[in-house]
């Protein structure tokens, strides 16, 4: 009888490890934004992790699946891992987010996007700063339906989608919806959650909000700017600056690092989104992401995919005879600041003459985006956007292997020099070419 007790037991010991070794199922993680077929369900959603992750960085190989020989194998969903550095925090919450509710297992199309900062934009390191991410929850049509800052547990990542399926709801059954009534109907749902800094903050808002007229959803989704997100970030960045002095003692530019490292935590910027996500619901997502992410990064998101064939091809075809001039266009968040100085001191009148110099020479306007692929492509030497003197302008030179970047604080007669000295340059090349 113990022989048998003995073998009974042993037989159980193996079934339930060979239940461990049983193919996982795989969720897999596609391009950010592509095409979605129009047989999906409405009910589908996607989620859409971006991180600041180097975007020119080749993409990781996917994660390979567990050895049938591997004893320690956890009995959880396995989901590809994304090239994105939280990539296995988001693969847990979700892993386990579909155990509780299976039916998210086809309800989920999973994406992520790297949008950092690229060493050419760094001054050639790799970014010392503390990791970044953003996650956002659409339909189908990518209008936006939810979102949080930081790497979401599996509660908040259930918050999020139970958030989402509410707004994806609304907008499914009602498509006449306005955006004046889906935004009340979510500053009544998001209310609750807030305490009375942010119950304050968010009345203020919607009285003003309300000062404008309502206009369907349908025409909301055509605006394809990111200033009214920041315009909108900038009436709750008070707000958002009060609380996390209140909560984390956090009093000066000197806090800045750690304010990084805390808003990896939804719980960070909690609030936050709680009294944003109302006026940006629907929101066409591929229109607004940049606009979302500046506000929280404080600098513009930097794609791979950016197509400069353009720009390419006329800094190829000026090079040979010409330097040329990159004015760079400010991010967002300084494009309020008039440049050249709009004053009438002596640095402020040097620096209008300097830009209207600049500008004889063969130039284009770029943003940070531009500047980016440019510097990638041609393989020049990297630049320091995060300095505190913003860049100006950017000089290459006729063998294209070196640049000159002028800054905000430089004194204006060093550019001056060099545009001089440029133009002396050019004129003898077509003299001694005659």
Not at 77 to 87: A, D, H, K, L, T
Not at 214 to 224: F, S
């Amino acid at each position: 009888m113990r022989f048998i007790a003995i073998l009974i037991s042993l037989l159980a010991s193996t079934q339930a490890f060979s239940q461990k070794l049983e193919p996982a199922t795989v969720l897999k993680w596609a391009e950010p934004f592509g095409a979605i077929s129009s047989a999906v369900d409405d009910s589908q959603m996607v989620l859409l992790v971006v991180t600041d992750d180097d975007p020119f960085q080749s993409k990781a190989a996917p994660r390979s699946q567990p050895k049938s020989d591997t004893k320690q194998v956890e009995v959880e969903r396995v989901i590809e891992e994304p090239p994105v550095w939280c990539g296995r925090l988001i693969a847990k919450a979700i892993g386990k987010a579909v155990k509780v509710r299976p039916d998210l297992s086809d309800k989920l199309s999973l994406q992520a996007l790297s949008a950092g900062l690229p060493p050419e934009l760094t001054g050639g390191a790799s970014s010392n700063q503390p990791s970044r991410a953003i996650v956002f929850l659409c339909d189908t049509r990518y209008r936006l339906l939810a979102f949080c800052v930081g790497v979401p547990d599996v509660d908040q990542l259930m918050t999020m989608i139970e958030d989402a399926q509410d707004v994806n709801q609304s907008l499914s059954l009602d498509p006449e919806l306005t955006h004046h009534d889906l935004v009340h109907a979510l500053v009544d749902r998001n209310q609750p959650r807030l305490d009375r800094l942010w119950r304050n903050t968010l009345h203020e808002v919607t009285l003003a909000f309300d000062a404008k007229p309502g206009q369907p959803i349908r025409v909301m989704d055509l605006d394809p700017t990111v200033e009214r997100v920041l315009e909108l970030d900038a009436m709750f960045k008070p707000a958002y600056e009060i609380d996390v002095r209140l909560r984390f003692g956090l009093n000066d530019a000197n806090d800045r690092r750690r304010l990084v490292i805390l808003e990896q935590h939804p719980q960070a910027r909690l609030s936050w989104c709680e009294v944003l996500t109302p006026f940006i619901a629907s929101f066409n997502l591929i229109d607004h992401w940049r606009g979302l992410v500046e506000s929280v990064w404080g600098f513009p998101p930097i794609t791979a995919d950016a197509d400069i064939n353009d720009l390419q091809t006329w800094v190829t075809e000026q090079l040979p005879s010409n330097p040329v001039v990159l004015v760079i266009r400010p991010t967002h968040q300084a494009a309020s600041l008039p440049w050249p100085p709009a004053t009438n001191d002596r640095r402020g009148k040097a620096w209008q003459k300097v830009h209207e110099q600049a500008l004889t020479h063969p130039y284009r306007k770029v943003d940070y985006q531009q500047l980016a692929s440019l510097l990638h492509l041609r393989q020049l030497r990297p630049i320091d956007v995060l300095a505190s003197s913003p860049i100006r302008y950017i000089m290459l030179d006729r063998n294209a292997s070196t640049s000159a970047t002028i800054r905000e604080n430089d004194p204006p007669g060093r550019f001056a020099s060099m545009l001089n000295r440029s133009r002396l340059k050019t004129a003898e090349a077509e003299a001694r070419n005659r």
